[in-house]
């Protein structure tokens, strides 16, 4: 088999974990993807390649920066405070060897309640706190999410393109 098409298959490959690991943060994501980018067009060498990679990190990382300042910006803008976010975060480790897959989220929401709770001192303005936070930081996800979709999608269109010219 060409060497070429073991490196397309594995690159495929890892966009898909990336893509997932926009959505499951214990996995890497946009990070992995411009990796694999990279590598990929580096060891194929075309221009193809090369076009593909650059079109696409720069989509993941446009991404990966959007997702990064819009949750902060939300964040901000609902007056959530770091030691909020560290007890989320914190929950979010307990819960993800608690809980197998779903534990993450569980335990990051049940964190940041807990977090919200403390500094409110009442369940209503830490509810309407920490929802507020839970829908930037799905907002986040969601933008990360699509722009590695995008990212892999002119992956796809460079593979076809150098495999078809070379």
Request: with cysteine; charged share 5%; hydrophobic share 60%.
């Amino acid at each position: 088999m060409d060497a070429q098409i073991v490196y397309t298959i594995i690159a495929g490959l890892l966009l898909a974990v990336s893509a997932l690991g926009t959505i499951f943060p214990v996995l890497p994501g946009s990070l992995l993807a411009i990796l694999t980018l990279l590598g990929w067009a580096w060891l194929l060498g075309s221009p193809a390649a090369w076009w593909a990679a650059g079109l696409g990190t720069a989509l993941a990382v446009l991404g990966w920066s959007a997702s990064a300042v819009l949750t902060g910006r939300k964040l901000k803008e609902h007056r959530v405070p770091t030691g909020s976010i560290l007890i989320a975060l914190l929950g979010a480790v307990i819960g993800a060897f608690v809980i197998p897959i779903l534990g993450l989220f569980i335990g990051f929401a049940a964190g940041l309640f807990i977090g919200e709770s403390l500094r409110h001192g009442s369940v209503q303005g830490a509810a309407g706190s920490s929802v507020a936070a839970l829908k930037a930081m799905g907002l986040g996800i969601v933008i990360e999410f699509g722009c590695v979709l995008l990212a892999s999608s002119v992956w796809m269109i460079g593979v076809i393109v150098h495999f078809s010219t070379r």
